[in-house]
């Protein structure tokens, strides 16, 4: 069995706000939205072993945060689109073009099946969860789930849809509804698993602050 992992990647307020009106809570947070695609595009360094096919990493979604992300950036660039909704009936097609399409599948768990039939996917890519909070929280409740990108926004922005999760400032652990005890990573240790130097500290934008962090979870 291939272990396959998933990454949940979000920014949320510190009552882990994530969403308003079918979109993001705030505006113009650039350099948080180029972080985010940056992370969920670069591959590891490990390489896929079979030859020619240009390995990508995959993110999955559910249909509203597919629904929201405007049309020109769809499917994200760079990276296998799979999108989830209780309307795909059929099976998700063998070959896509990644470049102009997104598989399409019935559950997290067909989402998953399907990156584990594809072998070049299974074997050398990260396998993102980017939201909502329907399907962040349907992959908090599997073992696969082993880490948080977490974005925390330091202003108190109005949201109607929360990070099924609370990742506390203060205590450095976590508990979720769903098992297991989350810790706060180090940068290194962000800076390592992305393989990117991460921007320490608080950081602002567009007058909202804001820290990229990492959390774990600990059996
Ligand atoms: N995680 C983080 N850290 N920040 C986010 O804004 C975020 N957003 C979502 C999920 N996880 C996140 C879901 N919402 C795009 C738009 C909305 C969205 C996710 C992605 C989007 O258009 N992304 C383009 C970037 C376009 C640009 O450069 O402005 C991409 O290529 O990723």
Redesign the pocket.
Same mark, same amino acid.
């Given at each position: 069995m291939l272990p396959l992992e998933l990454t949940l !990647? !979000?920014?949320a307020t510190r009552n882990m706000g #994530?969403g308003r009106n079918g979109t993001?809570p705030w505006t113009g $947070? =650039?350099k948080? @939205?180029?972080?985010?695609?940056r992370v969920?595009?670069r591959l590891p360094s490990v390489l896929n072993r079979d030859g020619n096919t240009p390995a990508m990493n995959a993110v999955i @979604?559910g249909r509203k945060?597919w629904d929201? #992300?405007?049309p020109k950036? &769809?499917p994200? =660039? /760079? &990276?296998l689109n799979i999108v989830i909704s209780r309307s795909h009936t059929e099976p998700p097609a063998k070959q896509i073009n990644a470049e102009t399409e997104a598989v399409k599948v019935g559950s997290l768990e067909q989402a998953i099946q399907y990156l584990e039939s594809s072998s070049t996917i299974a074997q050398s890519s990260k396998v993102f969860v #980017? /939201?909502?909070a329907q399907i962040y929280a349907s992959a908090l409740q599997l073992k696969e789930a082993r880490r948080v $990108? $977490?974005?925390r926004v330091m202003s108190d922005f109005e949201c109607d849809t929360f990070f099924p999760l609370q990742l506390s400032e203060d205590s450095s652990e976590a508990k979720g509804d769903n098992a297991g005890r989350w810790v706060r990573k180090s940068k290194e240790d962000l800076d390592q698993w992305t393989g990117e130097t991460v921007p320490e500290g608080i950081q602002e934008e567009n007058q909202t602050q804001y820290e990229f962090q990492m959390w774990e979870r600990v059996e």
């Amino acid at each position: 069995m291939l272990p396959l992992e998933l990454t949940l !990647v !979000v920014a949320a307020t510190r009552n882990m706000g #994530i969403g308003r009106n079918g979109t993001l809570p705030w505006t113009g $947070l =650039k350099k948080e @939205m180029a972080y985010f695609a940056r992370v969920t595009k670069r591959l590891p360094s490990v390489l896929n072993r079979d030859g020619n096919t240009p390995a990508m990493n995959a993110v999955i @979604m559910g249909r509203k945060t597919w629904d929201s #992300i405007p049309p020109k950036f &769809r499917p994200l =660039k /760079g &990276r296998l689109n799979i999108v989830i909704s209780r309307s795909h009936t059929e099976p998700p097609a063998k070959q896509i073009n990644a470049e102009t399409e997104a598989v399409k599948v019935g559950s997290l768990e067909q989402a998953i099946q399907y990156l584990e039939s594809s072998s070049t996917i299974a074997q050398s890519s990260k396998v993102f969860v #980017i /939201g909502g909070a329907q399907i962040y929280a349907s992959a908090l409740q599997l073992k696969e789930a082993r880490r948080v $990108l $977490l974005t925390r926004v330091m202003s108190d922005f109005e949201c109607d849809t929360f990070f099924p999760l609370q990742l506390s400032e203060d205590s450095s652990e976590a508990k979720g509804d769903n098992a297991g005890r989350w810790v706060r990573k180090s940068k290194e240790d962000l800076d390592q698993w992305t393989g990117e130097t991460v921007p320490e500290g608080i950081q602002e934008e567009n007058q909202t602050q804001y820290e990229f962090q990492m959390w774990e979870r600990v059996e």
